[in-house]
Structure formats: C-alpha cells, structure tokens
C-alpha cells in the first residue's frame, strides 16, 4: 500500500470513482465517505457513494445521503460502477469482508483501491493506496487531513462541514474519549467556520427517533442486563421476540452498549443481539482492557481497544455462554 498523498497530483484529471464504507454504516462512515463525496464532485469527478447495506434512518438528513447507493437493492447496477470505477475509496474498514456482500465484487474490481481507516490490523494487500491510522479520531477526522493536505481546504462548506463533524463527534463520544485530541478541535473550528451550525447536527443524530426505541431501552436496561461484578462486566443480551415486539430498525439499538459503562466499577460493557441471519456483538470497554483482541479472539470481529464488534453463528443461548466462558478465561486482565 502506497502512501495517499500519492494520490494528490492525479487528482487534477477527472476520473470515475466510488467510495463504498462499512456495512450497516454509522455517523463516521456515512458522513467520511460524504464529505469526501461533495469535495470530489466540486472537482469534476463523476463520484458514486455505494453502502452495502442499508442504513439508519437517523443518518439521512445528511447532504447528498438521498444519493448514496444501497448494494442490496442496487446489486446490479452497483457492480457495474464498481467494475467500470478508476478509484474506489474504501472509508471506515480495512477489511474487505466488512462489506458483506460487496466484498467479492470490490476484490475483484480493477480500479484502483484507496484506504482511509482508523482501525486495527488492516488487510494492506487489498488496497493500492491509503493512511491507516489507528491513533485517528474518525475517518472523518483522516478525510478532513486528506483534504487539507491536499490543498483543497476551500472546498470544506457547510454541507461537508455537517457530514464530516457528525462523524468525528459520534466517533469521539461527542468529544469524550482520548482521541479527541488538540487536531480534533481544530478541526472543528474550521468546521464552525463555514456557518455550520453543530446543534443542528447534534439534535438530527440523537433527537430523531421513535418512542418505541425509547420504551425499547426501557425494557432493555430493565429485563435485560446483567451486571457480573466478579468480572467488572455488564452484559446486555437482546432475543429476537423483543427486536419484533418493540419494531426495532437499522440503528435503533446503536449506543445501548454505552449504559452498562455507566455503572461505577465496571471496565466492560457486552451487547449481544439475536439479529435472526445472524447474532450481533458489540464491545466497549474502559481503560485496560483489549476488547479489539477480545472480540478477534472470540467472536470473528475486531475495532478499536476500547470499542469493537463482533458475531456469532450459534443461537443466542450458546452465544451468552460462551461469552461468560471467555470472560473466565479474561479474569485477570478484568480485575
Ligand atoms: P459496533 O459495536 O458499533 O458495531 O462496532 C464498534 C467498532 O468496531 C466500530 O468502529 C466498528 O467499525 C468496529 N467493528 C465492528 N465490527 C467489526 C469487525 O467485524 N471487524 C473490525 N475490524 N471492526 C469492527
Ligand atoms: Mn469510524
């Protein structure tokens, strides 16, 4: 993988390009692979945002969102812009597999690949280009870099301000964690600077939603947590009756794992949902432990130390169970 800034002086020639994120993408990756998309397109390249999979409804209020292509519905003409694309940007994941059933077709495409990602342990081989930064905020924050660095700091507007402050902001915990470093608030400055108005954007991502989710929430911290002092752990586990009884959606359950973190004491939170195709895992954690090494270890995922991802082909009863037996052999590191 060759360095992107590379990539800079060719970008003068217009080209064919798509920028493709993660599955089931979050405000990091629908606002990066945004905020690149308005750049580009203001400099006459023919860009085409692709997701794998649909998205939450609480992240099309983003400019040009309506635009973005959802693989599962648009297969077919997906693959023919993935086929006939000079660049392929590929934001927020570092390895094909995160893209679910795009990932045959995006290996196989003969356009160049470009990386921009924060995570852990990229698959360098299948990118051409890229920065993978693991001390990055946010792709947002690595797409912002990559703007200024390549000049083309006049083409931050508003539009791409919203999109590219929504991804670092969620990423951060709203400016919480470590990575929300000095560059970050600079960062955000500028951002500021184009008229964006940052309340505007706090309130589409987190004041937008049903009450169901609300009661969902509710019934979750309710009925289903289980707090495990002896491992400083909270488990939250979710069947999948309680996903069709309360008509939970893409993006609902997003940030339920935080509230096991709320309690004092505890270094662990564990979401484990029953999603039907398959069970869904998310981990966060505080200080020491390694939930990104936690996670690849046990349940085929990986992320950041403190917030990673995972699943799980079992049923939600052997899924739990095996969770507690690796939370056994994890005692010391969770003391
Ligand atoms: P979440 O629990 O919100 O799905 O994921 C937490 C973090 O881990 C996010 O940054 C997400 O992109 C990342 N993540 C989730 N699943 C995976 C996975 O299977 N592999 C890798 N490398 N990262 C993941
Ligand atoms: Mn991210």
Not at 139 to 149: R, T
Not at 266 to 294: Q, T
Request: aromatic share 8%; hydrophobic share 40%.
């Amino acid at each position: 993988m060759q360095p992107i800034r590379n990539i800079i002086p060719l970008l003068k020639e217009p080209k064919t390009m798509v920028i493709v994120m993660h599955q089931k993408p979050d405000a990091d990756a629908m606002g990066s692979s945004l905020g690149l998309f308005h750049v580009l397109n203001a400099l006459g390249h023919q860009v085409t945002v692709i997701s794998p999979t649909n998205w939450a409804e609480w992240l099309s209020w983003m400019p040009g969102a309506e635009m973005v292509l959802d693989y599962e519905l648009n297969t077919a003409g997906s693959n023919e812009l993935l086929e006939k694309a000079d660049w392929i940007f590929c934001l927020d994941f570092n390895v094909l597999h995160r893209t679910r059933k795009m990932t045959g077709p995006l290996g196989k495409a003969p356009g160049i690949r470009i990386l921009i990602d924060h995570h852990q342990q990229p698959q360098k081989e299948a990118f051409d280009f890229g920065i993978s930064d693991t001390s990055k905020s946010s792709a947002s924050e690595m797409v912002f870099d990559f703007i200024e660095s390549a000049a083309l700091g006049d083409k931050i507007n508003q539009a791409v301000a919203e999109c590219l402050y929504a991804g670092v902001m969620t990423d951060t915990g709203s400016f919480r964690f470590s990575s929300a470093s000095a560059s970050v608030h600079r960062m955000v400055a500028v951002l500021k600077d184009t008229g964006m108005d940052h309340s505007k954007v706090h309130e589409n991502l987190f004041d937008n939603f049903l009450e169901n989710r609300l009661r969902f929430i509710g019934h979750a911290l309710m009925n289903r947590l289980e707090v495990l002092y002896e491992y400083n752990t909270a488990l939250i586990s979710i069947p999948w009756k309680d996903l069709v009884k309360f008509q939970i959606r893409t993006g609902d359950t997003e940030g339920l794992v935080n509230y096991g973190l709320t309690i004092e004491g505890i270094k662990f939170a564990a979401l484990i949902i029953d999603r039907d195709e398959e069970i869904k895992c998310s981990f966060r954690s505080k200080g020491g432990f390694d939930v990104n090494e936690f996670a690849r270890n046990y349940f085929e995922g990986g992320g950041h130390r403190n917030a990673a991802g995972g699943r799980s082909s079992e049923s939600l009863e052997q899924t739990i169970q095996r969770f507690r037996a690796s939370l056994q052999e994890n005692a010391l590191q969770l003391q």
